[in-house]
């Protein structure tokens, strides 16, 4: 009889419905970290707000996702794995339709059903890859973790694209009429999820070992209030600059502390709230800041890359989408494939070709001008998105093997925490500088009467530099995560075959 068939309990059940199911939800939920990206000329105007302002539902998304994270392990030893899909996809729904329902007078409103979405997406996506590591064995972790790239790569790809498709014009979707509006977009999903809710009663099983575990509530208000006050000071550059003390210097200061007196006090108790002992194993430390640095430079490019393509090249919502979507799908295609190369050729040589195809993919972003051709940043999209998956899911992978089984959920949770802190930091850091050297170079307000056509340039010049610079410091996420991954081992035996 085939243990992977088994539960907890001894009983037996399908795995791949199970796992059908939970790759489709996940990838519903994380479909919303992203697709803001084609959507924010469309929030600026029918909320009437800045981009900065605009910006701030994806930063406080990832805001609530990073400090979600770290008590992911927590949920995932305590509670059933029925059961915690169960209540967040129950979160994850209501946060969709918060968002769909929020008046345009209010944009708050849409900002709490954001953050929602993101305590549902924190629960869900560790959970997958927990979930992975307890019922494939070892010798498939590659594969198996191809498919969850699937969902962690291709959704945040593919996000933007879905967005642009929803917003231009209306579609009929089994026999439902979508209409081209903002709000659509978190109608499909809620469709989707509304169905695999249902599904779960039946196919999702109890998998993961549980066991009691006395919740540390002073462990719990630290780890929120350290990463919530780093985060949060992230999320405020954008609006009030980095030399702002009161709402960025300080919380990001006095997070890195109150981080720092958490992360102290885990290493110290005998049982921890997250399990921070993992980054002692030094290849786990390694794929985790190769990984962090690779999801950088993914979401730095994905996030400003729609904005260029609307306000710079002046496309539709529907066309910028399309412009990214070969690469998206490029994403897919290739994650599974390096999942069962990695299986054969290792770690280190993948993500190093990965990292080479991701530099050079993104050198010409430096370049990019008003007249640049869609055909030629769909094929340099494309050739970053295969570099992205080439790199990323090894790194997932390597980094789960080298734990001990008992380790998965700490290491996991430990290993997204980076991932989601990173997203968050990259995405606040590049819109505040975009936003910084339009705000420096763009020509005053009263040419605009005076020769408004000369405005117009100069006003496109300036955008221009912003969205160069921002493509540089995402290129140089992909230089340094080339050089880390050079201290990488490969390791012929890891922890969970040996056991």
């Known amino acids: 009889m085939n243990s992977q068939t088994i539960d907890i309990h001894g009983k037996k059940y399908n795995r791949t419905l199970m796992i059908a199911v939970i790759l489709v939800a996940t990838f519903a939920g994380m479909l919303m970290q992203t697709s803001l990206g084609t959507m924010l000329p469309t929030l600026m105007r029918e909320f009437d707000i800045t981009m ?6 994806t930063t406080w998304f990832l805001l609530a996702n990073g400090i979600m994270i770290p008590v992911s392990a927590y949920l995932a030893t305590k509670f059933s794995t029925k059961r915690l899909y169960l209540v967040a996809y129950l979160l ?59 969902v962690m790569g291709l959704a945040p790809a593919i996000g933007p694209t879905f ?14 009429t979508l209409s081209s509006s903002w709000r659509t977009v978190f109608m499909l999903p809620m469709i989707i999820l509304g169905i695999a809710f249902v599904a779960a009663f039946f196919v999702i099983k109890d998998v993961v070992p549980n066991k009691e575990v006395t919740l540390d509530f002073l462990s719990l208000f630290e780890s929120i209030l350290g990463f919530g006050l780093f985060l949060w000071g992230f999320t405020n550059v954008a609006s009030d600059g980095w030399g702002n003390v009161p709402n960025v210097l300080l919380p990001i200061g006095l997070g890195i502390v109150v981080i720092g007196i958490f992360a102290r006090r885990q290493l110290k108790m005998e049982k921890p709230f997250l399990d921070l002992s993992v980054f002692k194993i030094k290849q786990f430390t390694l794929t985790t800041a190769s990984l962090a640095l690779v999801t950088m430079a993914m979401m730095g490019v994905e996030m400003m890359l729609p904005m260029y393509l609307q306000s710079v090249r002046g496309l539709s919502a529907f066309n910028a989408g399309l412009v990214l979507l ?77 734990l001990p089984k008992e380790e998965i959920a700490h290491g996991t949770a430990a290993n997204s925490t980076a991932r989601q802190i990173s997203s968050s930091v990259v995405v606040a850091l590049l819109s505040s500088v975009t936003q910084n050297i339009i705000n420096n170079h763009q020509p005053v307000a009263s040419l605009q009467k005076i020769n408004p056509l000369q405005y117009a340039d100069k006003m496109l010049t300036a955008s221009l530099d912003g969205f160069h610079v921002s493509f540089a410091i995402g290129l140089s996420f992909a230089v340094v995560g080339f050089v880390v991954i050079q201290f990488l081992g490969e390791h012929k035996k890891t922890q969970l075959e040996a056991r």
């Open 52 to 57: 900065a302002t605009a910006q701030t539902a």
């Open 92 to 150: 994850l729904f209501a946060g969709m339709f918060l968002a769909y329902t929020a008046p345009t007078s209010n944009y708050n409103i849409f900002i709490i059903g954001r953050m929602l979405q993101a305590v549902a997406v924190g629960i869900t996506m560790p959970l997958m890859q927990v979930v992975m590591v307890n019922v494939f064995p070892p010798q498939k972790m590659g594969a198996a973790m191809g498919l969850s790239g699937i």
């Open 163 to 176: 967005a642009g498709w929803i917003i231009d014009k209306d579609h009929i979707i089994l026999g439902l």
């Open 326 to 402: 070969p690469g998206a799908l490029m994403m897919g295609i290739v994650s599974p494939i390096a999942g069962r190369a990695y299986d054969k050729v290792g770690v280190k040589r993948l993500v190093g070709l990965g990292m080479v195809i991701l530099g050079l993919g993104t050198v010409p972003f430096l370049f990019f001008g008003v007249e640049t051709p869609e055909h030629y940043v769909t094929l340099l999209y494309g050739m970053r998105m295969v570099g992205v998956a080439l790199a990323m899911m090894p790194l997932t992978a390597s980094a789960m093997k080298v």
